[in-house]
């Protein structure tokens, strides 16, 4: 049975954090120790990957009858799955009502990172992403969240080699910067992140689990509080007005305000930089110009620069910088002491790389209609992108 039942079903309990699943225990009439019962649960499911209750051989029979009448141990449902010439891996989703997401997964040398879904579209428009595109359908539940590192860990061998013991873990590294705002679907990821960081499920520490924001200030406050891991900001421009063409939040939520909640957040993060990411998109925000007003605009903030290749998709209306001019713009930050790196793009044979992802959303705030109605027919990609360039 997928992640997303419908209300009725046996509760799920893959997304269930320790408190909840002690409770659940609780409702069952299960004696004490709960706590313990938890405990095993979740080692079950997250260590183990256990999808069903009769392998919990350390759980009483009856016990495990009464689990598998009341509650269920559901997976994401897997439509594609594809694997690119460098090895990245793509999972496409069934999230029910005619959506899908995706999921990735890339392997390094020393370190293998998974890039993890947050919603079904995306409601904040920035107009160079695919996902953005698409508009938003729906948030996805802290089960279909984690679901997707459950599901990365069982095909990639990952719950065998626990059982063969002493291997690296396969999966070292959480991003979430796949499809979605994650701060705009806040409940559901800090109790998907939770998971990830309890030593009784995924035990990844607070630095190996990013989360990337395009900049919800009041959310970015409340997550200092509530799971602060690593964090990224989409930033993509040096100033206001381009950011707002960009990055439509930025209207509410302006460069200073979310640069002042930041040096707030690394009080409590896991890490004493903040990584501002930077889409280099031709002739729109990757002039020396701009590179040097970056410098002054984040000089407030500790924080590194990741330059990321703008990766095409159809229609999008732009274009990728040339390598000579990426050069020259991380060339201004580094001779002004920044800390700036040019990520590789990985999978983009197999359309996986970062703002390609688009899955399928049937778009509840008909979005795509609307933007349609909006452009002029003649204006092609090409067009879009050289009146920017003047
Ligand atoms: N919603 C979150 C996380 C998902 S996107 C956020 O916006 O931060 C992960 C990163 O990819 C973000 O920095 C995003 O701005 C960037 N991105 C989006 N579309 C892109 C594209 N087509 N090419 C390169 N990067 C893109
Ligand atoms: Fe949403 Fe992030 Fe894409 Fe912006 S870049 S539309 S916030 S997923």
């Excluded at 509410?252 to 889409?279: G, H």
Aim: proline share 5%; hydrophobic share 45%.
């Amino acid at each position: 049975m997928p992640a997303n039942m419908p209300a009725g079903s046996p509760i799920n309990l893959l997304g269930l954090g320790r408190a909840e699943l002690t409770s659940f225990c609780a409702n069952l009439g299960e004696n004490p120790p709960r706590r313990f019962r938890a405990k095993q649960l979740l080692h079950w499911m997250h260590q183990a990957g256990a999808a069903d209750f009769g392998v919990m051989t350390d759980i009483s029979k009856p016990l495990r009858d009464r689990l598998a009448l009341d509650a269920t141990i559901a997976g994401p449902s897997v439509m594609r799955d594809t694997t690119a010439a460098d090895g990245t891996r793509k999972w496409l989703l069934d999230v029910g009502t005619g959506n899908a997401v995706e999921t990735v997964f890339i392997p390094e040398t020393s370190r293998g990172t998974l890039c993890v879904s947050s919603q079904a579209g995306c409601a904040l428009e920035c107009s160079f992403c695919a996902t953005g595109r698409q508009g938003f359908s729906r948030n996805l539940t802290a089960a279909e969240i984690i679901g997707q590192l459950w599901w990365a860990n069982k095909c990639l061998g990952a719950y065998d080699a626990a059982n063969n013991k002493g291997e690296a873990r396969v999966i070292s590294n959480i991003v979430m910067m796949g499809m979605g705002e994650p701060l705009a679907n806040f409940d559901h990821v800090v109790a998907a992140m939770r998971l990830m960081l309890d030593d009784d499920a995924y035990g990844l520490s607070r630095r190996r689990v990013t989360l990337s924001t395009s900049g919800l200030v009041p959310a970015l406050d409340r997550l200092r509080e509530a799971c602060p891991v690593a964090l990224a900001v989409s930033l993509h421009a040096p100033n206001d007005t381009l950011r707002n063409e960009l990055v439509p939040i930025n209207k509410k939520y302006p460069i200073r305000e979310l640069l002042a909640a930041c040096v707030r957040y690394l009080d409590k993060a896991p890490r004493d930089f903040v990584m501002f990411e930077y889409t280099l998109l031709d002739g729109v925000n990757d002039s020396v110009a701009q590179a040097c007003e970056l410098v002054e605009t984040v000089k407030s903030v500790p924080c590194k620069i990741n330059l990321i290749p703008f990766n095409p998709f159809e229609g999008s209306g732009y274009a990728r910088s040339k390598p000579d001019v990426v050069a020259r713009f991380q060339e201004v930050l580094l001779r002004a002491g920044l800390v700036a790196t040019t990520r590789k793009t990985r999978g983009d044979d197999i359309a996986a790389a970062c703002g390609q992802l688009a899955g399928q959303v049937a778009d509840k705030t008909r979005r795509a209609e609307r933007r349609l109605a909006r452009i002029p027919v003649v204006e092609t990609a090409a067009v879009t992108s050289a009146a920017r360039a003047i």
